[in-house]
């Protein structure tokens, strides 16, 4: 008895001596996140890190032990007071969501159950697969398609596209590889179609070139006719198109496909179709706005990004796939040891089947969570809300003779510049850039920018639950007023 007591004493946990300490400093913890999130507005949206919170994280390799309150000390001094800032009220930059303390809490209880998503018979997989079948009702998938879901948007990307290969290969991909395709696959998507998808078609060894980039028209949405010409072209040339990739919500303006027409040139040519909905997809649970991604539910495969306009702590993206067999016949193995039993742990759904992962975290529970609490229909509201906030900026950027709006505005991204008497090109770019980083550095608004057919622009990003009206009115003012510092020559403040 006694030696067994002297044994069970020497084996180490991770676990704490004294759960009472824990319990105490989670308490803290919670406390001091819950007045992070409320207090965000009060806070600038970014700040630079000064030099001795950039030496922290030069630190070595911790070797000794050091108690878990201390541990806490240094992540709220050097990390929680340095966020990117996408969770504030005036972040607009490039295209993301700004999380939710429900999420918050989903992430953390998933953690706390642990369960990898693999796989299994147990309540997480269940709630997984739950969750693929809300998405694929918001967009009006039918029951029978599959999905699953991944890290983000360019990961549900990578999955559509892999099966859109796989199935239009013509041979085994997966047995004999890209080498043994007869004719070169060819995909298709506008000049504006997100960099993931370059990404994509090198993973999957087509190649850049493989992805034809077709140009836009003035609203920039893709050509459809000259989409139609690049196919036929490339079919007498000895291609063999494959995937026409339609993008709801370009990330450089929020631009939307027609994407019925090009579900019906799809048909027509027998191409696969896959949707690139990370941004628009969910516009779908919008009331007002829903017609404009009216053609997504003829899609063949769709990506989507819950952390993006459900605000889902990151990450989470959903690939769905209408044809369940095409998706699991492009990813399914089963290794001797993962195979199934009739009862028990190893009787449930293989999760692993529909992607590359093996392992999976629980990232469900932080959506259904968000979901459960809120009900789909105001996050749709939400949506809108965002919709109706850009077109309030672009109004008052139209009405102000010193902007100008440099794309049409069609959900929630606006595109505009300031002009400076008569410059334009390199100049104009300057001045508009140090604008937008005057902004940032002065803790007001976060902005990014881009070049949209040659023009160089700021860009506002309303992705955002705690945006208001009047935090666009004051970004307007701020913009005029430090426009009119940097044409006067006025160094920052
Ligand atoms: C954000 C985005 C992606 C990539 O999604 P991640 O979640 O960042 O991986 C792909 N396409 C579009 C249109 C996007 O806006």
Redesign the pocket.
């Known amino acids: 008895m006694d030696s067994l007591q002297e044994t069970t004493a020497m084996d180490e946990t991770l676990d704490p001596p004294d759960w009472a300490d824990v319990q105490a400093l989670s308490h803290r913890i919670i406390d001091d996140a819950v007045g992070y999130l409320r207090d965000v507005r009060d806070r600038p949206v970014w700040r630079e890190m000064p030099a001795e919170v950039r030496r922290f994280f030069n630190a070595p390799m911790p070797r000794e032990p050091a108690p878990i309150a201390d541990v806490y000390g240094d992540v709220a001094r050097n990390v929680m007071a340095y966020p990117m800032g996408n969770i504030h009220p005036r972040f607009w930059s490039w ?1 993301m969501g700004c999380s939710n303390f429900t999420g918050a809490l989903g992430d953390f209880l998933a953690a706390i159950q642990g369960s990898n998503l693999g796989g299994g018979n147990h309540a997480a997989g269940l709630m997984d697969s739950q969750v693929v079948d809300w998405c694929k009702e918001m967009v009006g998938f039918p029951a029978s398609a599959s999905g699953t879901l991944v ?5 549900a ?1 990578i999955i559509g596209l892999t099966v859109a290969r796989n199935a239009k290969a013509g041979v085994d991909v997966r047995e004999r590889g890209v080498g043994a395709i007869p004719r070169p696959l060819r995909f298709y998507a506008s000049d504006q179609v ?1 960099s ?1 998808h370059r990404k994509a078609m090198e993973a999957l060894g087509l190649g850049n070139r493989a992805l034809q980039r077709v140009s836009t028209d003035s609203d920039l949405r893709i050509d459809v006719d000259a989409l139609r010409t690049a196919i036929a072209e490339d079919r007498a040339a000895g291609f063999k198109p494959a995937c026409i990739i339609g ?1 709801a ?3 450089n303006t929020g631009a939307i496909d027609d994407l019925r027409a090009l579900a019906a040139l799809a048909a027509e040519e027998d191409l696969w179709f896959h949707v ?1 909905g ?2 628009g997809a969910l516009i779908a649970i919008a009331p007002e706005n829903r017609s404009l991604v009216a053609g997504i539910e003829q899609a063949h495969s769709i ?1 989507l ?1 819950p ?2 306009w459900m605000h889902a702590p990151f990450e989470a ?1 959903c690939a769905l796939v209408r044809d369940a067999s095409a998706h699991r016949n492009t990813f399914a193995v089963t290794p001797e040891y993962l195979e199934s039993t009739p009862r028990g742990l190893a009787s449930g759904q293989w999760l692993h089947d529909y992607g590359l992962q093996t392992s999976r975290g629980f990232r469900a529970l932080k959506i259904w969570m968000a979901l459960r609490e809120h009900g789909v229909e105001k996050f749709g509201r939400l949506i809108d809300q965002n919709i109706a906030q850009a077109r309030h900026l672009t109004g008052l950027i139209k009405a102000e003779p010193a902007l100008e709006l440099t794309a049409p505005t069609t959900i929630n991204i606006v595109c505009f510049r300031h002009r400076l008497d008569g410059a334009s090109g390199e100049r104009l770019k300057a001045f508009n850039t140090e604008i937008m980083l005057r902004l940032q550095e002065q803790g007001i608004a976060t902005l990014s920018d881009t070049t949209v057919h040659g023009r160089h622009c700021l860009r506002a990003a309303i992705t955002n639950h705690r945006t208001r009206r009047d935090d666009l009115d004051l970004l307007l003012r701020e913009t005029l007023r430090i426009g009119k510092e940097i044409a006067a020559g006025n160094p920052p403040v």
């Open positions: 295209y890290s983000g948007g360019s990961m990307n997100h993931c993008t919500g370009t990330v690139d990370c941004i990506a990004d952390h993006k993206g």
